[in-house]
Structures are given as structure tokens and as C-alpha cells.
């Protein structure tokens, strides 16, 4: 079984104050912590428990600058066989589409049975997953915690509306986006990093993918950001402020105060 997981590297969340930038349609990153993205520990997880059962190979694959090969070593550590970083000028600014099509083109130099994405990105729109799909032509399925492997298919099940679940078979290749909880993502140890922390990883970019570069980054994106702000308090809202304990002490307080508990 040849799995290739689709892995980004964000903003930690937990680690960062968030401003935006003076024009006001993206946030300051000059001083942000990244880390990968957590939907993704998830998918690489579940890739390697495969493999571990039936035979094979993970490979994780992302679309960025020199900076995001940290994030391919960090599950390379966790488990994964192989690594590949796409990077080049003319990808910044892609888009979801621009960045389905550049995965595409890297995934067809391949012969890979599962292609998993975290069902979404700590920023993202939690699209790139059905795109890429799409333009391989092969089912996808969304939102999925739990997955079985069969002869030449999988019965996957998702997460979907009032908290039910649904049971799909699905034949391969196809392209899966986890939910997390699936799994419980294994802890990387510093034995780890420093095991792969010299292992090659090969970096291709358009030309080596045979990408017109008017087709993706900014020059072929068809949506751009255009606003970045902070919603308004609501009538009756209550912002809360503090360490997260402190927090967490007068959310209780406030539902026990309100009948909630």
C-alpha cells in the first residue's frame, strides 16, 4: 500500500497572538510560531498505522517555501518513509485550485493507492482535498474517522450532520480527507528529529512538474483575499479575558450562574 499525505505548515494557534497587518488583509506572520498543521498529524497517523498492517510506504508531500521542509522532517520523525517539498516562486499565492493542481501534477509522477489531506488546515477552506479528486478523477470522501482495508478497496466511515455516522466502500486509488480523532497522533521524540534531520529530500518545482507558471500562484489564482478583520462583539456577547485557566474558571462560573450546568 503506497499512501502519500498532503501536510501544510501554519500558524500554532496555541503559541500565538494573532494581529493584522497594516493592509489589513492578512495577519502579521513576521513574528508567528508554525508548526504543522493539526488535521494533518492526524492523516499522517492513520498512513503509517496502515502501512504497519498491510505493507507499504508513507510519503508526506507539501507545497511551500525552504521554511516547510521542517514540517515534512517533523513526520518523517513520527514515521513516515519518504518526504518531497514543492516549492518554487511561481507557486506563491496559489489558491486551493492552484495548489490541487500543483500536488496533481506531482502525484501523477507516482503510483500511489491512498492520497490523504487533513480535512482542513488551521486557515484554510478545506478544499484542496476534493480539487485534487477531482482532477485525478478518482473518488474522494470527506470528513472521514474511520477507515478498514480491503482487496482493491476500503469501507470508510464519516463524520456527517447530528452526529451520525456513514459507511462508504470505496475502490482505489482515491483521495481521503481525516477528521481528527481517527487516532491519537504518536509523540515525536528528539531520537526521532535527529534521525531524519539529514535524510534527503527532494525539492521539485515547476519545471520539474511541468507546470505553466501562469496556471498557479498569484497569477492564476481566481480568488483572492481581499479583508481580514475581527467580528464585532454581539448585543449580550461577553468577552471573557485571562490566562486560559482563568478563562476556562469564569466560563464555568457563568454556566453555572445561567442554568448550563
Do not use: H
Not at 527532494?202 to 467580528?231: C, H, M, Q, W
Amino acid at each position: 500500500m503506497e499512501i502519500l499525505v498532503c501536510v501544510k505548515r501554519v500558524p500554532d494557534t496555541a503559541e500565538n497572538e494573532f494581529e493584522l497587518n497594516s493592509a489589513g488583509n492578512d495577519l502579521d506572520r513576521d513574528d508567528l510560531v508554525y508548526s504543522v498543521n493539526e488535521w494533518d498529524n492526524y492523516a499522517v497517523e492513520e498512513a503509517i498505522q496502515i502501512v504497519d498492517k498491510v505493507g507499504g510506504s508513507v510519503t508526506v508531500i507539501t507545497v511551500g517555501d525552504d521554511e516547510s521542509e521542517e514540517v515534512l522532517r517533523r513526520e518523517m520523525a513520527m514515521g513516515a518513509n519518504n518526504g518531497i517539498l514543492l516549492s518554487d516562486d511561481a507557486f506563491e499565492g496559489s489558491d486551493g485550485k492552484g495548489i490541487a493542481t500543483i500536488l496533481k501534477a506531482e502525484v501523477e509522477k507516482g503510483n500511489y493507492d491512498l492520497i490523504f489531506s487533513g480535512a482542513q488546515a488551521e486557515e484554510g477552506a478545506g478544499q484542496v482535498g476534493g480539487m485534487l479528486a477531482a482532477m485525478l478523477d478518482v473518488p474522494y470522501a470527506s470528513l472521514v474517522n474511520k477507515i478498514e482495508v480491503g482487496d482493491g478497496k476500503i469501507t470508510v466511515g464519516r463524520e456527517i450532520e447530528g452526529g451520525n455516522q456513514e459507511m462508504n466502500e470505496i475502490e482505489l486509488p482515491c483521495v481521503l480527507s481525516i477528521q481528527t480523532g481517527i487516532n491519537e497522533p504518536r509523540y515525536v521524540g528528539i531520537r526521532g528529529i535527529r534521525k531524519v534531520a539529514k535524510v534527503d529530500i527532494p525539492v521539485n518545482g515547476a519545471g520539474d512538474l511541468g507546470i505553466d507558471a501562469a496556471s498557479v500562484g498569484e497569477a492564476g489564482a481566481k480568488t483572492k483575499r481581499v479583508d481580514y478583520f475581527v467580528p464585532d462583539t454581539g448585543d449580550g456577547a461577553e468577552m471573557l479575558e485571562g490566562s486560559t485557566d482563568e478563562i476556562i474558571e469564569k466560563l464555568i462560573e457563568k454556566l453555572k450562574a445561567n442554568g448550563g450546568l
